[in-house]
């Protein structure tokens, strides 16, 4: 380990065992060593137990410390354990010993309180970076406020980016008496004259994803001309690995992979791993780059921002998110449709209760979920009417079954037709959903002005009749029976032209109302009436 064993040299002989320490460096992989690498050095393996504890932001700077310790120390050094689930961390505790660990004061918070990780034996605890920490939010501060009040005299080791006043009144509270060690450079950068550094455009990204997302950026941008920043060895592999998978060889001048050095002007300057002192802007603006792009995890932004004095602003790369953007904007270009039409009086009238318990905004998003979910199922009862119909011979080879008849099917009135706005596919979808009943066993929909026939299994009719009776489409509620049963009705009703004539002229086709013999009004009583068929004997 000659890495680690020289970074430990030089740290051990700037500070004296057993102080508080408080260093101002740069969130960036090659910091991590120069504060770290006393705290494992005076690791005593023989005596069992977590001796450093490094309280991080989140998971991500867990990972990157785990990472940086085992490049330097190798497969057979000192390993820092990354909390990134306590669950997980738990087990790996009960299986055998762990001397370092890095996580979050919530995780790792969560082991205390199961007995896993005891504090008696921490020798070193190590906050990385607290500003970040602290303007994590007041959760995150709790957690580590609670973490160090259970720490005892070990040695705290703090780091940030600047020495806040937040920062300070926590090392006077938790690190009295620290000695400071390391001093970052935070001058805001001077640039050249006649030119204004532009504003940096930054895509969010886990770290492993890095080199996919610089893939994608190449795809998205097509610069004329690129130069890709890398800070560390592993990182410029990374990039130039990648870009020589796009077909891009060694000796091509429109893109290469630096670590800094800026030789030549170049369209667009992409940070594979962002910034981390006012020192690498000045540098970039000697390649007078048109635009600046950065990737960076999301525990980055806010110091990316300080360094940009501001001037940063998201890029969306194309792919899932802007799918999803482009999705959003149809429907926001729906509802200017609808607006500029008019605001429907109905729907106003039937909201217009909830503004009282609602704000306007909350309203207007559940509609659009609802819009959405009858999408869905509209969407769905489509798909399956498609797949019916293509499993299903055609119509004219196949022979037409009768209600009743054999081939099992039988036809249901349903309340609602073309004037509803009704589709085929709306009434699949209900049956399916409603119904619980596969497209398969739905047959010829027949979708006329008022109402629809829909052939089903007749096995099935009964259970349809008994779900989707009263169920909502298009916002209509629908009456669902057997086709035979509204025969009936209308049988029995008779058409509206052969009712009684109530004046007395002409025919009737039933006795007169009221008793029977009683005399009519202006006239004798009509006796031949008495013979006749009651009216509740008709209606059966």
């Known amino acids: 380990m000659p890495e680690l064993e020289e970074v430990s040299e030089r740290a051990t002989g700037q500070v004296s065992r057993g102080q508080n320490l408080v260093y101002t460096l740069p969130h960036a992989t090659e910091s991590i060593a120069e504060f770290l690498t006393p705290a494992l050095a005076r690791i005593d393996p023989s005596a069992g137990g977590t001796q450093v504890v490094v309280v991080t932001r989140d998971a991500e700077t867990a990972l990157a410390i785990s990472e940086t310790v085992l490049k330097l120390s190798g497969p057979a050094g000192i390993e820092v354990v990354p909390v990134t689930s306590a669950a997980r961390a738990g087990r790996i505790f009960k299986s055998r010993p762990v001397l370092a660990v890095a996580g979050t004061a919530s995780e790792l918070g969560a082991l205390v309180r199961a007995s896993q990780l005891k504090l008696d034996t921490v020798r070193t605890v190590a906050l990385a970076w607290v500003d970040d920490i602290l303007d994590d939010g007041p959760e995150s501060v709790a957690a580590l406020e609670a973490l ?57 990204v886990a770290a492993s994803a890095r080199p996919s997302a610089l893939r994608r950026l190449l795809d998205d ?28 060889r060694a000796d091509d001048k429109t893109i290469r992979v630096t670590q800094g050095d800026f030789k030549e002007a170049a369209h667009t300057v992409i940070f594979f791993q ?61 509802l200017r449709t609808v607006l500029a039409q008019g605001v429907p009086a109905r729907e106003i009238i039937s909201l217009e209760p909830l ?155 039933g006795p007169p109302r009221g008793r029977p013999g009683a005399p009519r009004r202006g006239g004798p009583p009509d006796r031949s009436s008495r013979g006749g068929p009651r009216r509740d004997r008709d209606r059966s």
């Open 274 to 334: 962002p910034p981390v002192t006012p020192a690498e802007l000045q540098r970039i603006a000697q390649a007078k780059p048109v635009e600046i792009v950065v990737l960076a995890q999301p525990g980055e932004l806010a110091w990316l921002r300080e360094l940009a004095s501001g001037r940063l602003s998201p890029l969306t790369l194309h792919g899932p998110e802007r799918r999803a953007h482009d999705r959003e904007e149809a429907v926001r270009q729906e």
């Open 148 to 204: 160090l009040g259970e720490l005892g005299d070990a040695v705290r080791v703090i780091v940030a980016r600047k020495l806040t006043p937040t920062v300070q009144d926590l090392v006077e509270r938790y690190a009295r008496r620290a000695r400071q060690v390391g001093v970052a450079e935070t001058e805001v950068p001077q640039l050249p004259e006649n030119y204004e550094l532009p504003i940096i455009r930054h895509v969010t």
């Open 355 to 509: 503004l009282e318990e609602f704000d306007a905004a909350e309203l207007a998003a559940s509609a659009l979920h609802l819009l959405e979910r009858e999408r869905a199922q509209r969407r769905k009862a489509e798909a399956n009417q498609v797949a019916v119909a293509r499993a299903r011979p055609a119509e004219g080879d196949r022979p037409r079954t009768s209600p009743g008849a054999a081939g099992g099917m039988t036809r249901l009135f349903m309340t609602v037709g073309t004037r509803d706005g009704v589709k085929t596919g709306d009434l699949m979808g209900m049956i399916a959903g409603e119904g619980g009943i596969p497209g398969d066993r739905v047959g010829k929909i027949d979708l006329r002005e008022s109402h629809a026939l829909v052939e089903v299994a007749e096995a099935d009719a009964a259970s349809v009749i008994a779900r989707v009776n009263g169920a909502m489409v298009r916002g209509r509620r629908v009456v669902v029976r057997g086709e035979r049963d509204k025969e009936e009705r209308e049988k029995s009703a008779g058409p509206r032209g052969d009712r009684p004539d109530r004046g007395g002229r002409g025919e009737r086709s």
């Open 221 to 248: 941008l097509d610069p004329p001309s690129v130069i890709i920043v890398a800070r560390d060895p592993g990182a410029a592999a990374d990039a130039a690995r990648t870009i020589r998978t796009l077909g891009y």
